[in-house]
């Protein structure tokens, strides 16, 4: 079975800094996706970004980019330019390529991100 | 819009009593699933489907109960809750096959058992 792991249960960072969410999973599996939710205090899972495992490239969408190490099994996320828009809980997910489980994502424990003006 | 939706949005009830939290999208997705997120635990997987009348227990079946008689709905059924049912819960959907199969969530349900 897969774990993910997000060992820092609170971060914080100024308004305009750069911060990195730490994330490492556990898999047998050679064919995955990566994924980083936001969730703000309205509770609604927004996904930030998605790395496909196959893909040696780093993901990037604007502010947001990924540091994907396969063989270290890491996948951290990097917040530059933080807003105070971005405060939220973030959520590290893996999802199989397989068809199986109904697409499952398998979460980890999540960070809680401060964002300070 | 596509959408996910859950009712009720916020719930309080008394231990034993049934309750059912229902869940529909307008997607036409083949894949269903139900999550609850917990303090420190993320969100794990009640149940899933992958059609109409297929379902599977996720990694937290226990005092679960689904159904999925319609591809837009799946329902969660809570025959006699329990105290520490006491959750966050999340339906998500996503078509089948290969590829992304990007998972579109609803809104959640703040459910609390007394």
């Known amino acids: 079975a897969q774990t993910v792991t997000q060992s820092q249960p609170e971060m914080s960072v100024q308004e305009a800094e750069t911060v990195t969410l730490s994330c490492t999973y556990d898999?047998?599996?050679?064919?995955?996706?990566l994924f980083w939710y936001k969730q703000p205090p309205s509770r609604q899972m927004i996904l930030v970004i998605r790395?496909?495992?196959?893909?040696?490239q780093n993901a990037t969408e604007n502010r947001f980019s990924v540091n994907f190490q396969k063989a270290a099994k890491s996948f951290s996320l990097k917040i530059s330019d933080s807003q105070l828009g971005d405060a939220a809980m973030y959520f590290c997910?893996?999802?199989?390529?397989?068809?199986?489980?109904?697409?499952?994502?398998?979460f980890g424990e999540g960070t809680q991100l401060t964002v300070n003006p | 819009e596509a959408q996910v939706t859950q009712n009720p949005r916020y719930l309080i009830t008394v231990t034993g009593k049934k309750l059912t939290v229902t869940c529909s999208q307008n997607?036409?997705?083949?894949?269903m699933s139900w999550y609850r997120q917990d303090p420190g635990l993320g969100l794990r997987q009640i149940y899933y489907?992958?059609?109409?009348?297929?379902?599977d227990k996720g990694d937290v079946p226990e005092g679960y109960k689904v159904s999925r008689k319609e591809k837009r709905n799946f329902p969660l059924i809570l025959e006699s809750p329990s105290p520490n049912q006491t959750s966050l819960y999340f339906c998500?959907?996503?078509?089948?096959?290969?590829?992304?199969?990007?998972?579109?969530f609803g809104p959640g349900t703040r459910l609390t058992v007394t």
């Open positions: 489907s992958m059609n109409v009348e297929v379902t």
């Open positions: 790395q496909e495992a196959y893909k040696q």
């Open positions: 997910a893996y999802r199989s390529a397989g068809e199986t489980s109904g697409s499952r994502l398998t």
């Open positions: 898999t047998s599996e050679s064919d995955y996706y």
């Open positions: 998500a959907s996503s078509r089948s096959g290969q590829g992304r199969r990007e998972q579109y």
């Open positions: 997607m036409n997705h083949e894949y």
